[in-house]
């Protein structure tokens, strides 16, 4: 499993598939292993990155950089380990308020953002999100919020974020499972964020292409 040190941050890390980089931030008590049921079936369309921090002695010692594993500098910490520039972004909802902190002050490191809620999402983890809606119109990457049915009711937040995300498209899928080699809800929502990816890849190719007959 690769491993990388940046700034007395430890970053290890696993990848799946080519293509496109889109970047899986880490779920509860900083985990990659959240994202283990969707890394399969994102691989097949681009190269999707989960990782999860460790703070070295270094940063634990009193005047280490003030750097902490869960915070939106960290994953750009994490993003300049690893070469990347320039990136698709995916949350579920413990790391909903991080990644929308890290859109906001890092917006020339996105390419478009996904925000994920599944049936067992915790309220509480949400109230970072509930201070953004005055700036949340600075985000002008393409935003899914994607919800399993049954943690639609339980997240008003997701409703602030649709009414202010300029870019924001809003879905709620059903848990019954897609494909048999990807569980429920991972199948659902991992193949309609798969369908979202592949639509902004597309409009941001026809657009490149585009500014060469300029």
């Known amino acids: 499993?690769?491993?990388?040190?940046?700034?007395?941050?430890?970053?290890?890390?696993?990848?799946?598939?080519?293509?496109?980089?889109l970047v899986l931030t880490p779920g509860a008590q900083g985990k990659r292993?959240?994202?283990?049921p969707y890394m399969p079936l994102l691989g097949e369309l681009c190269r999707a990155?989960?990782?999860?921090?460790?703070?070295?002695?270094?940063?634990?010692?009193p005047g280490g950089p003030p750097t902490s594993p869960g915070a939106a500098d960290t994953l750009g910490t994490f993003l300049?380990?690893?070469?990347?520039?320039?990136?698709?972004?995916?949350?579920?909802?413990?790391?909903?308020?991080?990644?929308?902190?890290?859109?906001?002050?890092?917006?020339?490191?996105?390419?478009?953002?996904?925000?994920?809620a599944a049936h067992d999402?915790?309220?509480?983890?949400l109230r970072g999100v509930m201070p953004l809606p005055?700036?949340?119109?600075?985000?002008?990457?393409?935003?899914?919020?994607?919800?399993?049915a049954q943690a639609h009711t339980a997240l008003s937040s997701a409703e602030a974020l649709t009414e202010h995300l300029p870019h924001c498209t809003h879905i709620v899928v059903s848990a019954s499972p897609l494909s048999p080699s990807v569980p429920a809800p991972a199948a659902a929502?991992?193949?309609?964020?798969?369908?979202?990816?592949?639509?902004?890849?597309?409009?941001?190719?026809?657009?490149?292409?585009?500014?060469?007959?300029?």
């Open 33 to 36: 292993d959240v994202w283990s």
């Open 189 to 214: 929502l991992g193949h309609t964020m798969m369908r979202f990816l592949l639509h902004c890849e597309r409009q941001r190719t026809l657009v490149r292409g585009a500014s060469f007959l300029l």
């Open 49 to 61: 990155i989960a990782y999860e921090c460790q703070a070295t002695e270094s940063v634990l010692q």
């Open 80 to 116: 300049e380990a690893v070469g990347l520039a320039r990136v698709y972004l995916a949350s579920q909802s413990v790391g909903w308020p991080m990644a929308l902190h890290f859109a906001l002050q890092h917006p020339e490191s996105l390419e478009g953002l996904v925000l994920i």
């Open 134 to 148: 005055a700036r949340l119109h600075e985000i002008t990457v393409p935003t899914l919020v994607l919800l399993e």
């Open 1 to 21: 499993m690769p491993e990388v040190v940046l700034r007395g941050l430890r970053f290890s890390y696993v990848t799946a598939g080519d293509g496109f980089p």
């Open 121 to 125: 999402v915790e309220v509480d983890t």
